[in-house]
Every structure is written in C-alpha cells, then in structure tokens.
C-alpha cells in the first residue's frame, strides 16, 4: 500500500526482511521472516514475543549487525543493504545500540568508554578535537547521572551503573535512534525503574527514538508507545501500548492488556484512597 501524502515518512522501515542462519550441523533456520515494519521518529516501541522469537534478529537486522538475507532496510529513506561501507559506518553513528550485558570495556575507565566511539569515528565536521571529546563525554555522562565517575573502571560500578555507562556511550554520537536488547534484564526492579527512567528522560529531552527488545511485560507499560509482536520470526501483531478498547490478537498482547488493566485498577484505587484522605499527603509536597 502506498503511504498517503500526508502521512509522514517512518524514520526506520523494515520492508520485508528476512534472516536464516545456517547452523552447526548444516541445517536452516529462518529467524526473521519476511517482516515490515515501520517505525516513526520520536516513538518508542517495544519487541515483544518468547525466548527465541526472533526479537534480537530483528533488532540487530535494523542496525545491519545482522545483514538480510532478503528485503530492505530504510533509515531516513536511505537503504543500508545497499550503501557502501564507508555510507554505511556513517549512517550507523545513528543508530546508537545498547545490551544487556552492557558490553563495557573492562579495562578501560568509564570516560574513555564514553569516548572510544567518539575516537574511532569522525563527526561530521571531520576528526573531533580532544577538548569536544572531553566535553562530550562529560555531558553525557551527566546525563545519565555518573558524573562524579569519570575515572572509575567497570568492575567498580553496579550493574545500574554500568548500563548508564553503556547508555552514555551510545548517545556521544548523537545518535537519532538507540536499539536496546533487553537492556534491564539483568538488572533488579529499583535499578530497572531508575534506567527505564533515564531512557524515557533521553527519549522526551532528546527526542531519540526507542527500539527496545524485552520480554518484561512491565518495561513495555511503563516506556513503550507501541509494540510489536514477534512470534516465530514474523511480527503479528502491533498495537499502541495506551490503546485498551481494540482487542489484541495474540496471546502476549492479550497478557499484556490484562497487566495494564490490574494496573489501572491500583492506579485508580490509589487515587480514591489519596482523594478521600487528603490529610494524609505529605504537606512538603
Ligand atoms: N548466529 C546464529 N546462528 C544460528 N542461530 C541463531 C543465531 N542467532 C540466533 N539464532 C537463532 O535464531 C532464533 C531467534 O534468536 P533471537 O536471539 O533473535 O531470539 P529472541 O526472540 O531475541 O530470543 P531471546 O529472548 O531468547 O534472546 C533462536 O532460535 C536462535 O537460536
């Protein structure tokens, strides 16, 4: 179908993409099949669907850290498939990525973790000056909140800490998009919640858009605009996350819709309760 003319161009289209490894013992596995996708700038949209889904493939399809078998991948119109390879290390400053096991350089400090991407690639006004690099680093890692941790090394940190880390050395580049491959999984509920946070804070200060793989039901409430669907390699369903009146067709939109409609109803008897004993907010507040 062809777009209408007001509609506006997705950042980031998948237009039939499909991936197969070839395994061990010879045998295919079609890992992504055949999948279109649109994602607008500005959105933040979630991956979901059980282990072995497909949702990392897809992921790292976006950012050809998997190259497609089949199909093209647009970013601001461009398909990265067919770019050469200077374009394409060019483009993918853009495309800022983060993992769950945050991929730090252990042997290096957090700084010069911040400012490996900013070292190895030029801007786009050419090689950058060690004072833009120095100043860069620090206002990202500002950003996330570390700092006062310039000089410390990855073993010194908290998981937490070491995603910020990672999530600061995605954004020095200023990238327009940052992938993230279930980037709280490995972190306990407070320190997911204060990472989800700096996400959704990079996403409205920053204005970056959000491609997150996760199979936390309660990390697509609490940051996802919309999310995909991903089963056996195909996306088959996608929905706004707000959007509790049209039904959801798979089972995990399904489980996901009963999620946000327990959590409606404490948000709703948290606020009668508030209502109907106003003595008991706090005064300071
Ligand atoms: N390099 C590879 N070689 C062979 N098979 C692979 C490779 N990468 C992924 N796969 C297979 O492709 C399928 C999809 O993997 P993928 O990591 O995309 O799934 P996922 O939905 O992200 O799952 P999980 O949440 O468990 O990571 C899996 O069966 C996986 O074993």
Redesign the pocket.
């Known amino acids: 179908m062809t777009p209408a003319a007001s509609e506006p161009v997705p950042l980031i289209r998948l237009e039939a993409v499909s991936k197969t490894?070839?395994?061990p013992d010879g045998g295919r596995?079609p890992?992504?099949q055949s999948v279109t996708l649109d994602i607008a700038a500005g959105q933040v949209l979630g991956l979901i669907?059980?282990?072995?889904?497909?949702?990392?493939?897809?992921l790292?399809l976006i950012n050809l850290l998997e190259r497609p078998d089949a199909g093209r991948v647009l970013v601001d119109g461009r398909d990265l498939v067919t770019l050469p390879k200077r374009e394409l290390r060019a483009t993918r400053q853009h495309l800022g990525m983060i993992f769950q096991q945050f991929n730090l350089l252990q042997n290096a400090t957090v700084f010069d973790n911040v400012a490996f991407p900013l070292r190895l690639h030029p801007g786009p006004e050419g090689k950058r000056s060690k004072a833009e690099i120095d100043t860069r680093v620090r206002e990202c890692l500002a950003l996330v909140g570390l700092g006062d941790k310039l000089q410390a090394y990855p073993a010194q940190l908290s998981g937490g800490q070491k995603q910020r880390v990672a999530i600061a050395r995605a954004l020095a580049p200023r990238p327009q998009v940052l992938l993230c491959d279930?980037p709280t999984s490995a972190l306990d509920a407070e320190t997911t919640r204060s990472v989800l946070q700096t996400l959704r804070e990079i996403n409205q200060k920053l204005g970056v858009t959000l491609v997150i793989?996760t199979?936390e039901l309660a990390v697509v409430q609490a940051l996802c605009d919309r999310a995909a669907v991903?089963e056996g390699?195909r996306v088959v369903e996608q929905f706004a996350v707000a959007d509790l009146d049209t039904p959801r067709l798979s089972a995990l939109g399904q489980e996901l819709a009963q999620e946000q409609g327990k959590t409606r109803v404490l948000a709703e008897h948290a606020a009668r309760t508030a209502a109907a004993s106003p003595t008991s907010v706090n005064p300071a507040l």
């Open positions: 490894f070839t395994l596995f890992a992504v669907g059980r282990s072995g889904a497909g949702k990392s493939t897809l790292r279930e793989v199979h991903v390699g």
